[in-house]
């Protein structure tokens, strides 16, 4: 049962545009939510994260959104350069869980020059 | 900077091997954490460790296990490799949350290919 769910497998955009990558959860226990980037043959880096009394985390230009009555995340990076160009996962976690998240598949996104 | 080393970038091994993939992390964290990634299945857990010599099975622990002598060391052990295990091996550490998540920190990876 995949409790964090990103469905889109890929993403392409063009330089200067905005990316938008969505994540959609089961598990209503999820308090808080993180989305990590992957750069080929690293291991992932922290971007940026959001609680569940917020709806909204800005941290230049990426931005996280939460709608906690959807179950439903985006990450919006504007505007996108080519360097963004990697693999998103989604992760989600319980207060409690001893810092155990639950990612998603991820979403690899392309930015055109 | 946290830093979180694995002990090889790249391993080659044969079916029926015993593996160790190492991890040290330099900043005192309480957990730590082993993940594979494989193509279509993102990150998927193995084992988890919240203290020395604790462990706990993660989503995948079929054909693993790990060791923690020491807080700053979390070893996966591949008792008997197979074929199926191939895949990118990462490990990472986070302090203890209270009230509160913490964010994982990564190591580089260990490319593991059993022939």
């Known amino acids: 049962d995949q409790q964090v769910k990103q469905n889109s497998p890929s993403l392409s955009v063009q330089e200067g545009r905005i990316s938008i990558l969505n994540c959609d959860y089961t598990?209503?226990?999820?308090?808080?939510f993180l989305w990590y980037k992957k750069y080929p043959a690293e291991g992932p880096t922290f971007l940026i994260s959001?609680?569940?009394?917020?709806d909204k985390n800005e941290d230049g230009r990426f931005t996280v959104f939460l709608n906690k009555s959807a179950k439903h995340l985006s990450l919006h990076i504007v505007p996108s350069q080519p360097g963004d160009s990697a693999v998103y996962f989604c992760?989600?976690?319980?207060?409690?869980?001893?810092?155990?998240?639950?990612f998603g598949k991820g979403i690899t996104l392309s930015v055109r020059p | 900077d946290v830093k979180v080393t694995q002990s090889s970038r790249y391993l080659v091994k044969r079916t029926g091997e015993k593996v160790f993939l190492e991890c040290v992390q330099d900043?005192?964290?309480?957990?730590m954490f082993w993940y594979r990634q494989d193509p279509g299945l993102g990150l998927r857990l193995i084992y988890f460790?919240?203290?020395?010599?604790?462990?706990e099975k993660g989503d995948i622990p079929e054909g693993y296990s790990v060791s923690r002598e020491k807080k700053e060391r979390f070893s996966l052990i591949l008792e008997s490799a197979s074929t199926n295990q191939t895949s990118m091996y990462l490990c990472?550490?986070?302090?203890?949350?209270?009230?509160?998540?913490?964010?994982?920190?990564f190591g580089p990876g260990t490319r593991l290919t059993v022939l």
């Open positions: 598990n209503s226990m999820f308090d808080y």
């Open positions: 460790s919240y203290d020395v010599k604790m462990k």
């Open positions: 959001i609680s569940s009394i917020k």
């Open positions: 900043m005192d964290h309480e957990n």
């Open positions: 990472a550490s986070s302090l203890v949350a209270l009230g509160a998540a913490n964010e994982q920190f």
């Open positions: 992760a989600a976690t319980a207060t409690g869980a001893n810092s155990k998240l639950t």
